[in-house]
Structures are given as structure tokens and as C-alpha cells.
């Protein structure tokens, strides 16, 4: 599976080290060493994937990331050198949809990457068009939209969650089956991507985020739909 990728690190020898780990997987990759050259990058290059590390001089990564995410929906990776729960879930919160940890193996960042591209379905396993609340989802036309007309804008990984929740109704999912169906991993998954994207998804379709009435956790079991 061949793509663009833009890598954003501005330390030479891993930036270069990324570059021919993944032109070596057949991709092909642009790479700057700022966020604010990243954006623009970005712009030129029109990328599949952006990786971007959260420890940047100037613009850091969770800025360049949230700068990224107000003007596209293409799948972020954050690279980070730790893998404390806040760093990552602050960069979830940027708006990445997944993280890789320094140092890391060329296959597995491999292997994220065609899991966020590997986005087709065939059309009978997608969900038909789903109203709750004030929202319509219309899989097939990859659009979720208020019944007012209003679109609201979700990531891909965003709207391919929400996708597998509404294809199983009032049915729980763990956090590992939606790790394999979304991320397209179920080794080497880490639940807080589960969590996170949960969280994001809430604030776009709950009324009040902090009491939901259709995205429901069930304790000790994963997530559910309500319609």
C-alpha cells in the first residue's frame, strides 16, 4: 500500500532514519524540521499521514497538530520520546489519531500507518443511515449532519468509530474490538486511543458532553450507541 507521508521532527538523524525506513515500504515522504515548515509542507504536498513530534522548537507538535486538524481530517501519528499519560492524551486532545514512542520499530510505525490508511470497507458491512438525538449519519456518504442540514465535521478515525458503534445498536463493544475495527490493530492497541476519540466524539454529538445520552460507557465492558 504505497501513500504520502510528511514527517515533521527536527532532529536530522531521526528525521533522515524515518525518511528511508519509509520510502522503504514503498511510501513516498516529505519531511520538515519545524511545525511552522510542516504547515506549509503540508499545504504543497497534500500527505495521506502526517507524523509529527510533540517536542518541536518554536511551533511544538500540539500546536502544529491542532493547527493541522482545524483544516483537514487527514490521519495524524504524534511521535513522542515519552509515553507518559499525559503527553499522549494531550496530543489525542490535539487532535492526533494515534501515537508512536521513541525509539521505535521501522515495521510497527509500518504497520500503524497502513491501519490508518486502510480505511475501505465493502458497502454491506457499513451501517445504514442512523438518526439520534438531532444527527443523521449517512455512512455510505461518509457525512454526519444535523437534521437542520448542518454537517459536523469529524476526523476519518472519529467518523469510523462512530460507524462501528452505529452498526451494532444498544450492543456494547470492548475497547479492544473497536481498537480492531477502527485502528485495524488489535497487538500492539492502547485503550486510551478508545477513550480519547470517545471523548472528542461526545463533544460533537451530546447535547451536554458530560452527561451522554447516546455514546454510553458501560462500565468495566467498553462503549455503546443508544440511538
Not at 511545525?35 to 522548537?57: H, K, N, R, W, Y
Not at 489525542?92 to 470497507?121: H, M, N, Q, S
Not at 469529524?154 to 460507524?163: G, P, S, V, Y
Not at 471523548?199 to 458530560?210: C, F, G, Q, S
Request: aromatic residues 6%.
Amino acid at each position: 500500500m504505497s501513500g504520502r507521508i510528511l514527517v515533521v521532527e527536527d532532529d536530522e538523524r531521526i528525521r533522515s532514519s524515518m525518511r528511508l525506513a519509509l520510502e522503504g515500504e514503498g511510501y513516498e515522504v516529505r519531511d520538515a524540521a519545524s511545525g511552522e515548515e510542516g504547515l506549509d509542507l503540508f499545504v504543497e504536498a497534500a500527505p495521506d499521514v502526517a507524523l509529527i513530534d510533540l517536542m518541536l522548537p518554536g511551533m511544538d507538535g500540539f500546536e502544529c497538530c491542532r493547527a493541522l486538524r482545524r483544516s483537514s481530517a487527514v490521519p495524524i501519528i504524534i511521535v513522542t520520546a515519552r509515553s507518559d499519560t499525559h503527553d499522549v492524551v494531550a496530543g489525542l486532545e490535539a487532535g492526533a489519531d494515534d501515537y508512536v514512542t521513541k525509539p521505535f520499530v521501522a515495521k510497527e510505525l509500518a504497520a500503524r500507518i497502513r491501519a490508518l490508511l486502510r480505511r475501505a470497507r465493502p458497502a454491506e458491512e457499513e451501517p445504514g443511515a442512523l438518526t439520534f438525538g438531532d444527527l443523521q449519519l449517512l455512512p455510505e456518504q461518509g457525512a454526519l449532519r444535523r437534521l437542520n442540514g448542518d454537517d459536523v465535521h469529524c476526523t476519518r478515525t472519529e467518523f469510523r468509530l462512530l460507524c462501528e458503534l452505529a452498526a451494532s445498536p444498544n450492543k456494547v463493544l470492548s475497547r479492544e474490538q473497536l481498537l480492531d475495527r477502527v485502528w485495524g490493530y488489535d497487538y500492539f492497541g492502547d485503550g486510551r486511543l478508545v477513550d480519547v476519540h470517545i471523548r472528542r466524539l461526545r463533544t460533537k454529538v451530546e447535547a451536554d458532553p458530560a452527561v451522554p445520552q447516546h455514546i454510553l460507557t458501560v462500565r468495566g465492558m467498553g462503549y455503546k450507541l443508544v440511538p
